[in-house]
C-alpha cells in the first residue's frame, strides 16, 4: 500500500477548512513555521531572548486554543 505524504500546508488548510482554527490562527502559525525555519536553516538569524519566550507563549496559547476546540 502506497504511503501518501501530506504536506505541512495541506495539513493547516484541512484543520481550518473544518473549524478547528480559523484563518486569523492559520496565519499565525504559519509565521511561527517561517519563524522556526529562518532560525534552524540560517547561521546568521538570530533572536534574543524576549523574542523567543514570546513566540513560545504563543505556541502555547496555540496549542491551548486548539486542545480547547478538540476538547482534549
Known amino acids: 500500500m502506497k504511503e501518501t505524504r501530506i504536506t505541512f500546508s495541506r495539513a493547516l488548510t484541512y484543520i481550518r477548512e473544518n ?12 509565521k511561527l513555521r517561517q519563524t522556526r525555519n ?8 538570530l533572536i534574543t531572548r524576549g523574542e523567543a519566550l514570546e ?3 504563543i505556541s502555547k496559547s496555540i496549542k491551548d486554543r486548539i486542545e480547547q476546540k478538540l476538547g482534549a
Do not use: A, H, R
Not at 38 to 45: A, F, G, Q, R
Open 19 to 30: 473549524g478547528i482554527i480559523d484563518t486569523e490562527m492559520e496565519m499565525l502559525i504559519n
Open 38 to 45: 529562518l532560525i534552524v536553516y540560517n547561521s546568521d538569524s
Open 55 to 57: 513566540w513560545l507563549g
